[in-house]
């Protein structure tokens, strides 16, 4: 189970943290990202982190400004929105997949479990 927290309503250039903490022994195995669906708009990923935690991969319109990271000894996985803009608004979820490679995350369909959503709104 993937319970997410931290998303809000904030004004353009602010940040949010957000959270996800996974229940279950799978957290160590498991490579996680975030994804995002902004009404009317298809949901597209966001970020990714693999489950050694070395490697990081961002979508183009978000590289510089969120920042995710995990810790193992929480069950966590944090996306850190930074410089936050309009159309960064849209409900962000959290996902968890298996892969053997333990090197490789993917910011693509395929993923076994999904958070129930934050939404993020940001005003100009």
């Known amino acids: 189970r993937l319970v997410e927290s931290g998303g809000g309503s904030v004004q353009a250039g602010e940040s949010l943290r957000l959270s996800c903490v996974v229940s279950g022994r799978i957290f160590d195995f498991y490579a996680f990202g975030w994804f995002r669906q902004a009404p009317g708009k298809e949901r597209e990923g966001v970020s990714c982190i693999s489950s050694s935690g070395d490697v990081t991969n961002y979508a183009d319109s978000v590289k510089g400004r969120f920042i995710i990271s995990r810790d193992n000894a929480k069950n966590a996985v944090y996306l850190q929105l930074n410089s936050l803009k309009p159309e960064d608004t849209a409900v962000y979820y959290c996902?968890?997949?298996?892969?053997?490679?333990?090197?490789?995350?993917?910011?693509?369909?395929?993923?076994?479990?999904w958070g129930q959503g934050s939404q993020v709104t940001v005003s100009s």
């Open positions: 996902a968890g997949r298996f892969l053997k490679d333990r090197n490789m995350c993917t910011m693509t369909q395929g993923y076994d479990y």
